[in-house]
C-alpha cells in the first residue's frame, strides 16, 4: 500500500486557547493547561512537538520489532525542559522500553530508535515558510451587510 508522504493540515480556533488540527479525517484538540489561562481540554501544542517525537521513536522501535519478530510492547516516555527568550523546548530525554531485544540486536535497535522522522527533522530543520492573509475589516463588514 502506498502511502502519501506530502500532506496538509488545518488549525481551526475553537474559542479561548483551544485549537482543533484537523490532517486527514482526525481531529486533534490542543489547549493550553489551566495556569496558562487555557481550559486544558487537550494537549498544549509544545506536548504534541514533544508527544510527536516520542511516538514517532515508539513507532520505529515497534516497527523493528515487529521486522525482527521480537516480542512487541514499546513504551516510550519522554521528559522535557522548556527555555525562554525566545520560548523553546530546550530539552528532551526520551526512555525507550523494549522487551526482549537480544544482545546482537541491540546495536541496530538503537540506530532505528535515533533515526525516527521526526528526530531527523529536529537534526535537519525543514524549510519553513509564512505566507500572512489579513482579513480586510471593512470588506468583512460590507460582506455581511
Not at 11 to 16: I, N
Request: net charge negative.
Amino acid at each position: 500500500m502506498e502511502h502519501e508522504r506530502n500532506g496538509t493540515l488545518r488549525v481551526l480556533w475553537r474559542g479561548g486557547d483551544r485549537f482543533d488540527i484537523r490532517a486527514r479525517h482526525h481531529t486533534i484538540r490542543v489547549d493550553q493547561s489551566m495556569d496558562f489561562g487555557g481550559s486544558d481540554s487537550g494537549p498544549t501544542p509544545v506536548e504534541l512537538f514533544v508527544g510527536s517525537l516520542a511516538a514517532c521513536v515508539a513507532h520505529c522501535a515497534e516497527r523493528y520489532l515487529h521486522r525482527c519478530q521480537l516480542p512487541a510492547g514499546v513504551r516510550v516516555t519522554a521528559e522535557y525542559e522548556t527555555g525562554v527568550r525566545p520560548a523553546h523546548v530546550s530539552r528532551i530525554e526520551l526512555v525507550v522500553e523494549a522487551p526482549g531485544v537480544p544482545e546482537g540486536l541491540r546495536e541496530s535497535f538503537c540506530n532505528v530508535v535515533r533515526h525516527s522522522a521526526v528526530h531527523n527533522s529536529l537534526l535537519l530543520p525543514p524549510e519553513t515558510a509564512y505566507e500572512i492573509h489579513i482579513a480586510d475589516a471593512a470588506a468583512a463588514v460590507r460582506a455581511r451587510l
